[in-house]
């Protein structure tokens, strides 16, 4: 070949990646981070990053590695870096970074610019789905609510016998070589870790037993409905929930916000997130909204989902979910919006 191919002749004219890229074009960029001073790393425009990750999160590819993999092998992921450009995964997840704010910004103005394409309908159905993502943390890092009590009960033990030790000996070394004083403060360290993460794990299932609560009395309530209406209800009586958390409760020093969660088909669990994702099923297939949680299901997310969705972007008519989305028959319904429980 002695001259160059037109990648634009290898990619069909319908396909995402021209919308994409010319819609960011029109796209005020200067909000993005700019290394002026240069140095010796090869030097990619905004532009280009911007529909290079718009393009490769719309055909789901998320992870930085992956991208740098599609800008070898992908046509349209070649097209989009000018064919001979590759930026390197640390160079996308550092873009990603920086530009997180702008990012959102002009996420939601692709949208509304394919919205006026008509790509896009203003009303329209919608589904909605999680998946979990793996926590930067190994679940082995953790400590459950009970074994960190233990933990500190042990400390606490330790700690008063090194102190004993310490004021026979007067700080004298140990036959080991460790002073006494250096490992007081390793427990004492050890001991605050541990009680800060009780109290973490208290804090969160606070917020759990104020949703339990909740449920309990809307279930007690039905039952004393019925009694009134001569009716005995069925199944066991409700019991409220406990005041203080389950022993299994974990938290993880690695990664303090990530949650045990069950993945994959639900046999094994991993240190995760929840990501949920809300996708336009009127043909267009874009991603019109979404965020990363650490509530290990999904039954609480069905609302904020839909509600993550910019009005201007979609007037939300239909909702397809899952079973494994939960509505509360008192809690306030949206409006504008109805379920479908698709199994």
């Known amino acids: ?120 309908k203003k009303v329209g159905s919608v589904a909605v789905d999680g998946t979990k993502i793996m926590a930067n943390a190994s679940k082995h890092a953790a400590v459950s609510y009970k074994r960190a009590q233990e933990m500190i009960g042990q400390l606490e033990m330790e700690i008063e016998q090194l102190t004993r030790k310490a004021e026979e000996a007067d700080s004298t070394p140990l036959d ?63 019991v409220p929930p406990s005041d203080k958390p389950p022993d299994a409760a974990q938290f993880n020093f690695t990664d303090g916000e990530s949650r045990i969660m069950k993945a994959g088909s639900g046999e094994h669990m991993e240190q995760a997130y929840n990501a949920q994702a809300v996708i336009d099923t009127e043909g267009s297939m874009l991603l019109l909204g979404g965020y990363v949680t650490n509530h290990a299901n999904d039954k609480r997310e069905l609302e904020p989902a839909v509600a993550c969705v910019d009005p201007e972007v979609r007037h939300v008519s239909v909702v397809c979910a899952d079973t494994g989305y939960f509505v509360s028959v008192k809690s306030t319904p949206l409006p504008y919006f109805r379920t479908q429980r698709v199994v």
């Open 1 to 120: 070949m002695l001259l160059p191919p037109d990648l634009r002749d290898w990619i069909p004219e319908d396909s995402m990646v021209h919308l994409i890229i010319e819609t960011v074009e029109t796209l005020d960029i200067q909000k993005f981070s700019v290394n002026e001073r240069g140095s010796g790393c090869p030097q990619y425009p905004p532009s280009m990053m911007l529909a290079l990750l718009i393009y490769c999160y719309a055909t789901e590819r998320f992870s930085s590695r992956m991208i740098e993999e599609a800008s070898w092998y992908d046509v349209a992921v070649r097209y989009i870096c000018g064919g001979d450009k590759h930026p390197d995964h640390d160079t996308i997840c550092a873009f990603r970074k920086q530009n997180r704010e702008a990012f959102k910004e002009a996420f939601v103005k692709v949208l509304l610019i394919a919205q006026e394409l008509g790509y896009l």
């Open 176 to 238: 080991t070589g460790l002073s006494l004083p250096e490992e007081i403060k390793r427990r004492e360290d050890r001991k605050a870790a541990l009680t800060e993460a009780r109290k973490v794990i208290e804090e969160r299932y606070e917020e759990v037993r104020k949703q339990k609560q909740q449920e309990y009395e809307i279930k007690k309530e039905a039952r004393e409905e019925q009694r009134k209406n001569g009716k005995g209800p069925r199944g066991m009586e409700p």
